[in-house]
Each structure stands twice: as C-alpha cells, then as structure tokens.
C-alpha cells in the first residue's frame, strides 16, 4: 500500500510561503529598527554642524558638490561590501552622522528666516507623513512595484545633473521645480524601497535602512527647500 502524500505535498508550498512571509517581515522589522537608529547621529551631527558653523568648500560650491558625492558613494560602497557584519552598521551609522553635518549649513538658513523653527518642524512632519502613508501602502498591497525602480533611477540622475546644472546658473525657478520632481522622486522610492523588502526583492536589512534612510533624507531637504522658498519668512 502507498503512502497517501497529496497532504504533505499540499502543504509544503504553503508552509514555504509562511518562511518566506516571516523573513520578509523580520528584515521589515530590522530595517525599520535600525532607521531610527540612524536618527540619532543624523541629528547629533546636525546639530553639531549649526553649533559649530559648519561649512563644506562653501567657496567652491562645484567642488563641495562633487566632494560631497565623492564622499558619499565611497560611505554607500564600503557600507554594501560590509553589509554582512558589524562594520556594516557601524558604517551606516557614521555615514548617517557626516549627512547630519551636511544638513546643518541647510538649517542654519532655515532658522535665519523669522519662521525657520516652524518650516523645519513642518519639513520634518511633511517627510514622516509621506514616510508613514507610503510604506503603508507598500507593505500592504499585494501590488509589486518593482517594474518603477528603472523610471526612479533616470529620475534621480535627472535631479543631480540639474542640481550640479544650477550650481552655474542659480535659477531660483529652477530649484523649485528640482525640489519639487525630487519629493516625487523619492517618495515614490519608499514605495519601491518598501515593496521590494515585503516582497523579498532585498534580504538584507543594513541595505534596505540605507535605501529607505536616503528616501527620507532627501524628501525632507527638498520639502524644507520648497517651504523655505515659498513660505520663508524675514525680519
């Protein structure tokens, strides 16, 4: 007599299913764990950087841009080569830390406006209820989003060469339209970001915190750009 098997074998693709479902969730719940982490030095080393007057290549806004990408993708690299370990985070973290200082030279314009207390608080609010909605809605759907992530890449090319573009040209108009593609751009990114954890596309939860961590960076510098340009408010 032969074993009956339809049950296990009608079980086991659910029960993979359930393993996957799980892990997905345990690197959703890592990545969101370590995100806020990464606020801390963001906002030590803002705040250190408006203490101390912070300033990069403030003369030479070409090569500050450049410095500062330089910089950047060197911290993106070494951060992806050690995602796998401790000096993965530890990365990240000092990574998060040098973008707070970069931030700083923004505050400090901010709070030279009479209102610049109220435009950050606002700036920081808008970003939390973009991040909020939106990887709701990525985490939810059984929608896949990946099928964006080539649009988003051009979009966000598109963004630095018309921001390294308007470093010659300083057209106000021009940083609008930047500042308003880029909260676009990149609130679009969390859903892909987002998804793409949900849905297993990225298993490793230092990667998906840096991703996810740049979404939100880059919406609240454009945001607060946008509300210092429109609502900005002097003595």
């Given at each position: 007599?032969?074993?009956?098997?339809?049950?296990?074998?009608?079980?086991?693709?659910?029960?993979?299913?359930?393993?996957?479902?799980?892990?997905?969730?345990?690197?959703?719940?890592?990545?969101?764990?370590?995100?806020?982490?990464?606020m801390i030095p963001t906002v030590l080393g803002a705040l250190a950087g408006v203490q101390l007057g912070f300033s990069f290549l403030a003369g030479s806004p070409v090569m500050g841009f450049l410095l500062f990408l330089g910089i950047a993708f060197g911290f993106m690299w070494g951060i992806e080569k050690t995602?796998?370990?401790?000096?993965?985070?530890?990365?990240?973290?000092?990574?998060?830390?040098?973008?707070?200082l970069m931030l700083s030279g923004m505050l400090r314009v901010a709070l030279g406006f009479s209102n610049g207390g109220t435009l950050i608080a606002l700036a920081a609010g808008g970003t939390g209820a973009i991040f909020v909605t939106l990887a709701g809605v990525a985490s939810s759907t059984k929608r896949d989003f990946s099928g964006i992530g080539k649009f988003l890449f051009a979009g966000m090319i598109l963004i630095l060469v018309a921001m390294f573009a308007n470093i010659f040209f300083q057209i106000p108009l021009l940083s609008l339209v930047i500042s308003a593609v880029a909260?676009?751009?990149?609130?679009?990114?969390?859903?892909?970001?987002?998804?793409?954890?949900v849905h297993g596309g990225e298993t490793n939860y230092i990667s998906a915190t840096l991703k996810v961590y740049l979404d939100i960076y880059n919406i609240f510098v454009h945001l607060l750009s946008l509300l210092m340009?429109?609502?900005?408010?002097?003595?």
């Open positions: 007599m032969q074993p009956n098997n339809d049950q296990t074998w009608g079980q086991t693709p659910t029960i993979v299913t359930a393993e996957l479902a799980q892990q997905h969730n345990r690197v959703l719940r890592n990545t969101y764990f370590l995100l806020g982490l990464t995602k796998n370990s401790g000096m993965g985070v530890a990365l990240l973290l000092g990574f998060t830390f040098f973008m707070g909260v676009v751009v990149f609130s679009a990114y969390i859903l892909y970001d987002i998804n793409n954890i340009a429109l609502a900005g408010q002097r003595d």
